[in-house]
């Protein structure tokens, strides 16, 4: 199935479809499956706009655990490795994001590398960023920054930022592109 509709036409198929396709096609844009799920619940939407809105909410609504789930369908920042092999379903949303990244000196490829390992290593979870617009530079930047925040504190940020993300892709996957006519 082609994830890419005109707008209306994308709204009134994914309203249509089952569940379990619906949970799917919404996979593509968020790991969590509980607020996969809750979207797929709440249909009919009527418009990208309300569907953007439940989004939003459903997102508030989500557990440690839901934010974690959706963390780990991230690929990290600059590992193109595993943009092509564990996040498949999302390596197509998730590589456009990260553009600038594929076109980095090796220095900060190294050094995003180092910082997000570091990262990890003392919140347990990946380094999330809204990387759209953003160089490598500026994520590095971003990064460094970020990791003088306590856990919990980064929790709260990438759930923020897993938000602007979801939009960007529910968007990406709803809206007319250019390119297809």
């Not at 997102?59 to 990290?76: R, Y």
């Not at 910082?115 to 759209?132: H, L, M, P, S």
């Not at 970020?146 to 919990?152: C, E, I, P």
Request: charged content about 30%; hydrophobic content about 40%.
């Amino acid at each position: 199935m082609d994830s890419r509709f005109d707008m209306n036409e994308g709204l009134e198929r994914f309203n249509q479809l089952d569940e379990a396709e619906a949970v799917a096609m919404m996979e593509t844009c968020c790991t969590a499956m509980r607020w996969c799920r809750e979207i797929a619940s709440r249909r009919p939407y009527s418009s990208l706009e309300q569907m953007l809105k439940a989004a939003d909410e459903i997102w508030g609504t989500m557990e440690q655990d839901d934010v974690l789930e959706a963390f780990s369908g991230h690929p990290k920042i600059g590992d193109v490795n595993s943009l092509r092999a564990k996040y498949a379903h999302t390596a197509g949303l998730a590589g456009a994001e990260q553009g600038a990244v594929k076109q980095a000196s090796e220095d900060v490829l190294q050094a995003l590398k180092a910082a997000n390992d570091e990262y990890e290593a003392r919140n347990g979870f990946i380094f999330i960023v809204c990387a759209t617009g953003k160089s490598a530079g500026e994520m590095l930047a971003i990064l460094q920054q970020r990791l003088a925040n306590d856990r919990q504190t980064e929790l709260r940020i990438g759930a923020e930022e897993q938000g602007k993300i979801t939009a960007i892709r529910l968007r990406k996957l709803f809206e007319r592109q250019p390119d297809q006519g």
